[in-house]
T-cell receptor, first 116, second 112 residues
Framework: GAVVSQHPSRVICKSGTSVKIECRSLDFQATTMFWYRQFPKQSLMLMAT?????????EQGVEKDKFLINHASLTLSTLTVTSAHPEDSSFYIC????????????FGEGSRLTVL | AQSVTQPDIHITVSEGASLELRCNYS??????LFWYVQSPGQGLQLLLKYFSGDTLVQGIKGFEAEFKRSQSSFNLRKPSVHWSDAAEYFCVIYNQGGKLIFGQGTELSVKP
């Protein structure tokens, strides 16, 4: 079946640096990608929705300058956490949907970010 | 407002026992409903989904769920739980704005 791959699965960085997380759809064209954040023992919180070739739509309360999202192709979206701080440490999960919309929706394996 | 409620934060069952995880939703129309499972440190795996038609939905790993419009519920069931079923389970609704709304999650522990 379809697969959505995230890389890296784990990343540790120093405070003040920027980190990029990639989300790739491996065998289908992802017209829409979603980025979620998950705190320990909590549910997923939608951060932003991105459509290929256009600017991402951020949820209320999510800083667009802190969390840069790029969806440059139909198979790749990136989330860049800029000037990361310890409070940005979290589990970030992407999902991707194809032309079928919600009936063709798949999640990545997640990326664990730890900011020291 | 559209919402999903999973009343049980944590459930423990014995291996081989039956399981029911509760999910209630608030939505103005017939919703698209999903159950996902997440193992520790992992992404989400789709167990089953309901869009329309037969209200009893069969999923993977022996799970099933029943959509009950009158009760605004979509409870997940399994007749005999295996130790490998220990994980976090999320009930999810898809809203008209094209977004997934997640329940708070239910953590399942399985006793040997």
């Amino acid at each position: 079946g379809a697969v959505v791959s995230q890389h890296p699965s784990r990343v540790i960085c120093k405070s003040g640096t920027s980190v990029k997380i990639e989300c790739r759809s491996l065998d289908f064209q992802a017209t829409t990608m979603f980025w979620y954040r998950q705190f320990p023992k909590q549910s997923l919180m939608l951060m932003a929705t991105s459509n290929e070739g256009s600017k991402a739509t951020y949820e209320q309360g999510v800083e667009k300058d802190k969390f840069l999202i790029n969806h440059a192709s139909l198979t790749l979206s990136t989330l860049t956490v800029t000037s990361a701080h310890p409070e940005d440490s979290s589990f970030y999960i992407c999902s991707a949907s194809g032309p079928g919309g919600v009936s063709e929706l798949f999640f990545g394996e997640g990326s664990r970010l730890t900011v020291l | 407002a559209q919402s999903v409620t999973q009343p049980d934060i944590h459930i423990t069952v014995s291996e081989g026992a039956s399981l029911e995880l509760r999910c209630n939703y608030s939505y103005g129309a017939t919703p698209y409903l999903f159950w996902y499972v997440q193992s520790p440190g992992q992404g989400l795996q789709l167990l089953l989904k309901y869009f329309s038609g037969d209200t009893l939905v069969q999923g993977i790993k022996g799970f099933e769920a029943e959509f009950k419009r009158s009760q605004s519920s979509f409870n997940l069931r399994k007749p005999s739980v295996h130790w490998s079923d220990a994980a976090e389970y999320f009930c999810v609704i898809y809203n008209q704005g094209g977004k997934l709304i997640f329940g708070q999650g239910t953590e399942l522990s399985v006793k040997p």
